[in-house]
């Protein structure tokens, strides 16, 4: 355990007491497809004989920068589909200003995920560079990819959730991929500066008139953060079908079971996590949004950044306290451009920083005994079935049926570093 006070001196930190923490497991619907090249091919021959892909034609297949459950076996399924389809299949990234706005950039984000091209057999073309695409009622230029506009044919494929910022009807999904992902940095700043909740279907609707889409390829993750559903759609199904899914999708949400907190800890944040950083439908939306909270955690203490976000550390400013570790893993950068385009400003400001995990968990949970201290600690907002439980809500898990507890409750372990083990 670190043995060094803070510099102030006037707080110590080594006398405070922690909780002690037992394993609960969440119990979710776990129905995740067991064979995902099985579930694209059976999604193929849906639309068999009424999709526009003809033999020869070139395709361009999109690939985003979320942390999608087995994207690339998912991917070179859908290469192959339309190899066998006589196709001439190529991968674009599409991912907006993600991977630092550059092309080499985004090009690691997806070999990150697995995706090269001798893993997926095709070519995988990036680029910053994007044509417009046309002009919304508002006023502002829409763009694509152009590589993916100058292609016989684009099939978006993408993962349909609930967004960090949209409410309602729409969420991320096939319609996003297309209007955000595919614009690339201009493209996605034109529409989030202006708002992106007014402005994304207008948006949506008249990129998906003026691009070559011929193909859907959604996906549906459980609570598990595994894909329970492939669907390949036609062009003129694509808003039917991200609205429909979304409803899915919402039902698998995995949610944090206890409210009140007064501290929540979390390992790791990150863009394959949450394209927040910090998932606002677990953390809260007023974290993101503003307003009224639905459920209160007083206090969010974050430890580190993923490997897979490459520095980019937007929603930052949803936590409370963070670490040095983590701080000092930020591309500034890559972090000011992802803001930015995204007008999430405020979700970039640096939150008091500590040395190590234990003086980080100790001031956030300082002012409660720990006896009493209502605490959870989780991997991530992405994987929420096994997590750790204060003392406090030990009685309160063991009278909810979906949860099991695993195990005694033992106090934190860390290493000599102070760090979480």
Not at 365 to 385: E, M, N, Y
Request: glycine share 10%.
């Amino acid at each position: 355990m670190s043995t060094h006070p803070l510099s102030w001196r006037f707080i110590d930190l080594q006398t405070v007491l922690l909780p002690r923490y037992a394993p609960v497991r969440q119990i979710f619907v776990d129905d995740a497809l067991p064979d995902l090249r099985a579930a694209v091919h059976q999604a193929f021959e849906r639309v068999a004989g009424r999709c526009a892909i003809r033999p020869g034609k070139r395709i361009a297949v999109t690939a985003g920068s979320r942390g999608i459950d087995r994207i690339a076996e998912i991917t070179r399924a859908v290469v192959d589909e339309l190899k066998a389809w006589g196709a001439g299949p190529f991968i674009v990234p599409a991912m907006g200003s993600h991977g630092g706005a550059t092309a080499a950039g985004q090009l690691a984000v997806l070999q990150g995920y697995g995706i090269t091209e001798e893993a997926m057999g095709c070519p995988i073309r990036a680029s910053m560079e994007a044509v417009p695409l046309g002009t919304t009622a508002q006023g502002y230029t829409l763009y694509c990819d152009h590589y993916a506009w100058e292609s016989d044919g684009i099939v978006l494929l993408n993962r349909v959730k609930p967004h960090s910022i949209l409410v309602g009807e729409v969420g991320s999904g096939l319609m996003k991929m297309l209007a955000i992902g595919l614009g690339k940095q201009v493209g996605a700043d034109a529409i989030h500066v202006r708002g992106l909740q007014e402005n994304f279907l207008p948006a949506a609707r008249l990129a998906l008139q003026q691009a070559p889409v011929v193909l859907g390829v959604a996906l549906v993750e459980n609570a598990y953060h595994r894909t329970a559903r492939v669907e390949a759609v036609l062009p003129e199904e694509i808003e039917e079908a991200d609205l429909r899914l979304l409803r899915l999708a919402r039902s698998y949400l995995p949610t944090l079971p206890f409210d009140p907190l007064d501290v929540l800890i979390v390992r790791q944040m990150g863009k394959e996590i949450s394209g927040a950083g910090l998932d606002p439908h677990v953390v809260g939306m007023h974290r993101r949004l503003g307003g009224q909270p639905a459920q209160e955690i007083r206090r969010i203490v974050v430890l580190d950044l993923t490997a897979g976000t490459h520095g980019n550390a937007i929603g930052v400013g949803m936590a409370d306290l963070i670490t040095e570790r983590l701080k000092g893993k930020i591309d500034p950068e890559a972090t000011a451009i992802n803001a930015l385009t995204s007008d999430f400003l405020w979700g970039i400001k640096l939150p008091l920083a500590l040395p190590t995990d234990f003086e980080a968990i100790a001031l956030a949970l300082r002012p409660f005994s720990p006896q009493q201290a209502r605490s959870v600690l989780i991997q991530d907002t992405a994987h929420l079935d096994q997590i750790s439980v204060s003392e406090a809500l030990l009685e309160e898990a063991r009278g909810n049926p979906r949860l099991e507890v695993l195990g005694a409750p033992m106090p934190l372990r860390f290493d000599d570093q102070g760090n979480l083990e």
